[in-house]
């Protein structure tokens, strides 16, 4: 088994973690390493990007048909004088 040190860790995390340990009935220890367990083992859920995110959220308010024009030809540059 590995070890690990994590130094500079806020006085606040440390007391939140006593208490977290506490109410679970483990040592900080133990507690630290089901943390790390279930945090790394969980599935990774795939971000949606801001399209998606907005579809997903108005989706359920009904849709809403937009027309969209027909493409026109693109005109040609101007041609400039050398």
Same mark, same amino acid.
């Given at each position: 088994?590995?070890?690990?040190? &994590?130094? $500079?860790?806020?006085?606040?995390? %440390?007391?939140?973690? #006593? /208490?977290?340990? +506490?109410?679970?009935? @483990?040592?900080?220890?133990?507690?630290?390493?089901? &943390?790390? $367990?279930?945090?790394?083992?969980? %599935?990774?859920?795939? #971000? /949606?990007?801001? +399209?998606?995110?907005? @579809?997903?959220?108005?989706?359920?308010?009904?849709?809403?048909?937009?027309?969209?024009?027909?493409?026109?030809?693109?005109? #040609?540059?101007?041609?400039?004088?050398?």
């Amino acid at each position: 088994m590995a070890s690990i040190t &994590i130094r $500079r860790l806020d006085d606040g995390v %440390k007391a939140k973690l #006593r /208490l977290r340990a +506490a109410s679970h009935g @483990r040592s900080m220890e133990e507690e630290a390493r089901e &943390i790390l $367990r279930t945090g790394l083992s969980a %599935k990774r859920v795939s #971000r /949606l990007n801001l +399209a998606e995110s907005i @579809r997903r959220h108005i989706a359920p308010l009904g849709g809403l048909e937009l027309r969209i024009p027909p493409r026109q030809v693109v005109r #040609r540059p101007p041609r400039i004088a050398q």
